[in-house]
């Protein structure tokens, strides 16, 4: 705790001119985190079994730890946590309520493609935070498991019942669709946020080359399920 | 008072009747913190603001540890927890449909009401395992801060509008009753479960004292936040 500054000025006088959109980007993140662990945690009562349903529970809880150490970043920061996510609370919660998964494998679905699409986002702006920010994101993201378990369940699912395929990339298709959706209101909302990723990736060709890499990686990722974009 | 068995014994005789009983009491607690995470996560979304959104999930989220020590212990009894787990799914959910919290007070409320009675009831019959696992029930149950929490809110909210002690009361006294109902059920479907119990409080008079100790607590916990019984 840095006594001289109080949480105002620690922002707007610091050296790095970035320091609000770091606040900015972290609190989205912070916020990410608490939604996540509140779908996952709601996700567990469509697991088919009680065995999976508790695997489900502790990933979740898992990100109450990601969410703590954010939040206690912010804090660092002079950022009060509440505060900055607040922005993010309306579209996320839009891009959830048109987004509500019907059983245990839309769920996972939901959580495989938008988590992971998500993460790659997140990563790619790590690479334009300082140092201690930077490894604070990838460590965070390193934490989550859900992607992985929910491809291993998708993926044997779609074996017993290849019919599924065609359902599950309809429903994929729409995810992302909403998500890209409230991604531009969010980018056209937080200005400061979306100068620092116009900045970190240099002009506007270096943002189409950062989606272009996030599409991609979301087309391969589909194609490893047994999905189709 | 109770029968001395040694831990030793419980693990390594099957024979045992206790060492079932025992399994049987640790696949309750276990289950019954895997639907309190439940709950807790589900509550946080009815939170008036992020803050209180975020604590409820923070203390959720320390259910899942609790969860974890039972299950760990389960499994060195040699026994499955989701098998043990699954005898009280349907009475538990029974419960849980029949009070569905229409806000956030309502959530609170059946916290506070529902899992303090719980606790007191772990607490009574935990005085009757041998050392080890008594010791884990208290350190698990000692590890919920959601009851002092819940009163907090309660206590404020009465406070601001006295009105509401009617409502929350009579909701309060609901919740009792459906807990009940469910109890009988489960001590009816579990006999070794209640031997256990009327064993460890030495025959059918230390049963009736034993409710009548929680009883009187629930009551007391009643009064304390302003609601009657």
Redo the contacts between chains.
């Keep these: 705790m840095s006594e001289p500054s109080s949480p105002a000025s620690l922002i707007s006088t610091t050296a790095d001119p970035g320091a609000e959109a770091v606040a900015e980007l972290l609190g989205m993140l912070a ?1 990410g985190e ?1 939604l996540a ?2 779908r996952m ?2 996700d ?2 469509l697991a088919p ?3 999976r ?2 695997v489900l ?2 990933m ?2 898992a990100e ?2 990601n ?2 150490r954010l ?1 206690a970043r912010l804090a660092e920061l002079g950022a009060e ?2 505060q900055v ?2 922005p993010y ?1 309306q579209p996320l919660q839009a891009y959830h309520n048109r987004t509500e998964p019907r059983d245990w494998l839309e769920a996972l679905t939901k959580a495989y493609v938008g988590d992971s699409v998500a993460d790659d986002f997140f990563r790619e702006v790590a690479a334009f935070l300082a140092d201690r920010d930077r490894q604070l994101v990838l460590e965070v993201l390193h934490d989550s498991r859900y992607g992985e378990f929910a491809a291993d369940e998708i993926r044997t699912a779609i074996a017993a019942d290849p019919k599924l395929a065609n359902r599950l990339s309809i429903w994929a298709r729409r995810l992302m669709g909403e998500g890209l959706s409230q991604a531009q209101h969010v980018a056209a909302a937080r200005p400061t946020l979306a100068t620092l990723i116009i900045t970190g990736a240099g002009d506007q060709d270096g943002v189409t080359a950062l989606l272009r890499r996030l599409t991609s990686a979301h087309g391969a990722r589909m194609n490893a399920v047994g999905l189709n974009n």
């Design positions: 916020y608490l662990f509140e945690a709601s567990a009562r079994d009680l065995d349903r508790a529970s502790e979740a809880a109450i730890t969410y703590q939040a946590p509440q996510m607040t609370v």
